[in-house]
């Protein structure tokens, strides 16, 4: 993605960035989205995140994706959001945003792709991992 937005001056809320967008975040390339969703029976207002990439397979598992995450969190507590991450395929993230206390929404029915959220305002479990 050659067109990304700085991850926080997305988030800035400058009424020229749309709700949805990909944006930057070092070598990440971030889908977002601020959303409503339906998290264990109740309504929740969302932080997103749809999809991430990573510009250099060489900065893969170098702890980007952990900062990003981090500022997410942050963010999300500020203003009284859920993060919610959705379709997650990769074992080893959905154990990492488990671990920090995030929940799987799939739990009615389970699948190989899950999503996660945390509810605002929610602990956040640092682990020995990160």
Same mark, same amino acid.
């Not at 749309?18 to 029976?41: F, N």
């Not at 959705?86 to 995030?102: H, K, V, W």
């Given at each position: 993605?050659?067109?990304?937005?700085?991850?926080?001056?997305?988030?800035?809320?400058?009424?020229?960035?749309?709700?949805?967008?990909?944006?930057?975040? @070092?070598?990440?390339?971030?889908?977002?989205?601020?959303? /409503?969703?339906?998290?264990?029976?109740?309504?929740?207002?969302?932080?997103?995140?749809?999809?991430?990439?990573?510009?250099?397979?060489? /900065?893969?598992?170098? @702890? /980007?994706?952990?900062?990003?995450?981090?500022?997410?969190?942050?963010?999300? /507590?500020?203003?009284?959001?859920?993060?919610?991450?959705?379709?997650?395929?990769?074992?080893?993230?959905? @154990?990492?945003?488990?671990?920090?206390?995030?929940?799987?929404?799939?739990?009615?029915?389970?699948?190989?792709?899950?999503?996660?959220?945390?509810?605002?305002?929610?602990?956040?479990?640092?682990?020995?991992?990160?």
């Amino acid at each position: 993605m050659s067109n990304c937005i700085q991850f926080d001056d997305w988030i800035g809320g400058d009424p020229q960035f749309p709700s949805r967008a990909w944006t930057a975040w @070092g070598e990440l390339e971030i889908y977002v989205r601020i959303a /409503k969703h339906l998290c264990r029976g109740d309504l929740f207002d969302c932080l997103d995140i749809a999809n991430v990439g990573i510009t250099e397979e060489s /900065k893969r598992g170098q @702890g /980007k994706f952990t900062e990003f995450i981090r500022h997410v969190e942050e963010i999300a /507590k500020e203003r009284g959001l859920a993060v919610y991450a959705e379709s997650i395929s990769n074992d080893r993230l959905l @154990g990492f945003l488990l671990r920090r206390g995030y929940q799987n929404i799939d739990i009615e029915f389970p699948s190989p792709i899950s999503s996660v959220f945390l509810p605002p305002n929610a602990s956040v479990w640092e682990t020995p991992h990160e």
